[in-house]
């Protein structure tokens, strides 16, 4: 016997310009009742992106790959461009990250233009392929007042409603492969393991199909750093060293892990254009939407460089043991920077930032730098003293994503 369709008659009260309480009462039912119904989000999905404009891509296979948060990734900023290298248009509607996140690092590119009409992305993807862009209340705006109030709720892990939320903006953009990075850990907001992240990937796959989308969700390990690299300026180190071909083994591991994303979320005759696209190809695509979006690939080069020279302070180890970083935690300390530089003129603060020195689960004798530091120089002693905490401070058992050690 069928199961029965979900009624989802509720979710009408979500037209015509709802009330905060509509929301609230729409948030509290799915939570209560359908947490993890494909139905629901498909029809969710399709009422947030109605809300405000959308654009229509023709022609070309249009696709993109979104993530469930979490520091670390270069995913949102590396698949566009291997996406391009396969011939694809990548409409990327962005979402500031925490605490760095694809557009907010771009966007600490002089020029580099976050906000653009309708008009202004077609003019951008008919330049160059690729558009990266916030909603900024044009896009799906009812999806951004009901992720507010799921924060104050504490309803942001809502299978139902994540997967929602993540499809009206693919909706709202025209992208008809979407992949997805969906970043397993405790503080994942799709997924706190392995076993509930696969069952909210087949729901995703599931709401995605209902609206004529081909969804590919790919589970990866978010409890430790994906890459060094932690900082808005400081991804754009890691994306310069991708494309000077000069990755360390760790950086290098994750540069494929994205890779196999963008594969992952292709057409399998597009795949093989992944396969084979080389460095030199992404740095290619990337000026391209730079220039296309207002920026100077020369003041990216620049910012490389200056961002480089900023790294004056080092992270010791405290004692002898194997790196650990608390990633939560470290989140936490760089967003709370942020939030005190942030302005309507600075929207995208950026005062600290860090790169790793060393894996995660490696060996570490007392006093080995762990780690250099970006910070203004009247902040600099406190951002180390609060560093020191959550990554100058081995572990006395070895945890890694590939070992985890029990003691005995």
């Known amino acids: 016997m069928d199961a029965p369709e979900t009624d989802t008659g509720f979710l009408a009260s979500l037209f015509q310009d709802p009330s905060d309480d509509d929301i609230r009462t729409v948030i509290a039912i799915i939570a209560a009742r359908f947490p993890n119904d494909g139905a629901v989000a498909a029809e969710l999905a399709t009422i947030l992106a109605a809300s405000g404009e959308c654009i229509t891509v023709d022609g ?20 566009p ?47 160059s392929g ?3 862009f916030l909603a900024k209340g044009r896009m799906a705006p009812l999806d951004g007042r009901m992720f507010k109030l799921r924060q104050a709720m504490n309803a942001q892990t809502i299978p139902s409603l994540v ?23 405790p503080h994942g907001n799709f997924g706190s393991n392995i076993t509930i992240a696969a069952a909210n990937a087949r729901l995703f796959v599931q709401a995605a199909r209902t609206l004529g989308i081909k969804a590919s969700p790919v589970l990866t390990d978010a409890r430790y750093p994906y890459q060094p690299y932690l900082g808005r ?12 071909g000069t990755c360390s083994p760790w950086l290098g591991s994750h540069v494929e892990t994205c890779r196999t994303l963008a594969l992952a979320c292709l057409p399998a005759d597009l795949r093989a ?12 695509h990337f000026d391209d939407n730079l220039i296309a979006q207002g920026a100077d690939p020369d003041d990216f080069d620049a910012l490389v460089r200056d961002t480089r020279k900023a790294h004056t302070g080092h992270v010791l180890a405290a004692h002898d043991g194997f790196c650990f ?8 300390r760089l967003v709370e920077w942020q939030g005190m530089f942030i302005s309507e003129q600075e929207p995208f603060p950026d005062p600290v930032g860090l790169v790793l020195l060393i894996p995660p689960g490696q060996w570490a004798p007392g006093g080995t730098p762990i780690a250099t ?9 406190d951002v180390i003293h609060r560093l020191d905490e959550v990554v100058g401070t081995p572990s006395r058992l070895p945890h890694g994503p590939d070992f985890e050690a029990i003691n005995g």
């Open 233 to 244: 300026r400081e991804s754009l180190l890691a994306l310069d060293d991708v494309f000077r």
């Open 163 to 185: 997967a929602g939320s993540l499809l009206s903006k693919k909706l709202a953009v025209g992208v008809k492969h979407a992949g997805l990075d969906i970043r397993v850990a």
């Open 325 to 332: 970083y608390h990633l939560d935690l470290l989140r936490d």
């Open 373 to 381: 530091v970006r910070a203004p120089e009247s902040l600099m002693p």
């Open 273 to 284: 254009r992944v396969a084979e696209a080389s460095f030199a190809a992404l740095r290619r």
């Open 60 to 79: 070309a296979v249009s696709a993109d790959v979104a993530s469930t948060g979490g520091p670390a990734s270069l995913s949102t900023l590396l698949t």
């Open 81 to 127: 461009l291997y996406l391009r290298a396969a011939g694809a248009i990548v409409p990327k509607l962005g979402v500031p990250g925490r605490p760095a996140g694809g557009i907010d690092c771009l966007g600490q590119i002089p020029g580099y233009r976050t906000e653009l009409s309708v008009r202004e992305i077609l003019q951008i993807i008919d330049a």
């Open 130 to 132: 690729y558009a990266h």
